[in-house]
Structure formats: C-alpha cells, structure tokens
C-alpha cells in the first residue's frame, strides 16, 4: 500500500506502465497516472509522508518523471548473481535533499562524531517503510522504494547504503541464506563482520508491515542466527566471505 501517497490516489483506477527493455515486463504496480482528455495525465509528484519520526513530522516531494525513470533503468533480474551495490546511490539529488534535511533536523548539520547516532536515524527511518514480501525477481532503486513505500529484504538495505553512504558512513549488504541486511561501520560493538579492520554492525531493516507499528531494532542487534553471515556486496566487492564477529 502505497502509504505515502494522498489516500484517494488508491481509488484511482490503475494504468501500469510497462518496462520496454529487453528484460521481462516489470510494471509499476503502483498509481501513477489516470486517463484524461488528452490522454494519460502523471502525477506532479510523489509525498513521501513520515508521520512521526522521533516526534517529528516529514514531507518529501519526488517527481513521477524521476520514479518513472528509474522505474525504467534496465537491471539484471536475481539469478544468485545480482550486484545489489548497482543500485546504490548516494549521489541522487533527492537522496540528498533527505538526508541534508534529516541531519539538519536532528543534528544541526553536524555529522562528526555522531555517526552512530545519524546512522541508527537512518535505520528508524527504514523502519517507518513497509516490509514488502515478494519474489526477488528485480531489486528496486533507492527512489522505487521511497515512492511505493515498500521494499523487501534487499531493497531496504539498498535504500539505507544510499542514505548511509551520501553523509560518508560505509555500509555494506549482509547476507543470511535466506535474508539481507544492511551492515554499517560505525563506533561500538554488536553482531555483524569484520572487513579490512572494521567491523560493519547488522542492522536489520525489515519487520515493519504497518507504518503505524515500526519496529525499533538497534544497530549491532538482530533475532535473526548468524551463523551463516557473509558480506555478500560491497564497494569492495561482492562475496566477501568473513568469520561473523558476534
């Protein structure tokens, strides 16, 4: 359910819009569009609403035209292989615009020596978003997240890479045989892996399925067994296999 979105956008009637690369058709499942007189009519833009983070109340306004062309960005469907890291980006404008907004609101602008601090923000942000449970047929971009409300195991973690990265906090994806996480390299200790000196502390993005019940994971603190913990996408690379430190 698209949550953010003005509610009677729900009650439209839907025009999918289909993806027209070489891929397999992947529509937007979401409504974007409605007819009119002089054919489709889009809508200006997506609202972005988090009622309460932390107590405070947030709008963010992206474009359909942005959404519509990430939605049409060509990806290679999983097959065991997908390079999830592809689909971060920290350098995306609207990305910025709510994590300069985000720091501004919460820290004054000032990042140095609150990372720990920004980077649990972060994840509480994620957890105001819906768990979305479908087939990995395709990984969502950071904006497809943001503008359906809704993402599963790998498009959450993508979405906080981004988030993470854009005020220069690593990240990394964390895999389980049958889940993903988002790994963070921040001061303090908790469950997760070392990599080059530094150890990158689960966090867990998934478990919220109504905006008005998040859950409220730390970060370094996960329910889920470890045992199998690997970096499976990085900067660095993809498949990097450590002894999970937990």
Known sequence: ???GIVKNLL???EIPIEDRTNRPK???DRVIARKGKGGLKYLSEFNVYIPSLRGEELMFAIPSTTYIAYKAKPRKLHNGDCNYWNFVT???RYIDEIMTELMQTYFDGKISGNEKEAAQLVLDFLHQIPY???DLLYVKYP???LCEFGGNCVDLPVLGASMLANIGIETCILGLRDHALLGIAVPGE?????YKGRLYQVGET???????????DRIGETEEDLSTLEIIDSKYGRKIIKEPDH
């Open 1 to 3: 359910m698209l949550w």
């Open 11 to 13: 009650e439209r009637k």
């Open 26 to 28: 992947v529509v937007v």
């Open 90 to 92: 920290p350098k995306d």
């Open 132 to 134: 979305e449970d479908r």
């Open 143 to 145: 904006i497809e997240t």
């Open 190 to 194: 908790g469950s997760g892996v070392r």
């Open 206 to 216: 998934t478990g919220t399925f109504m905006p008005s019940k998040p859950v409220d």
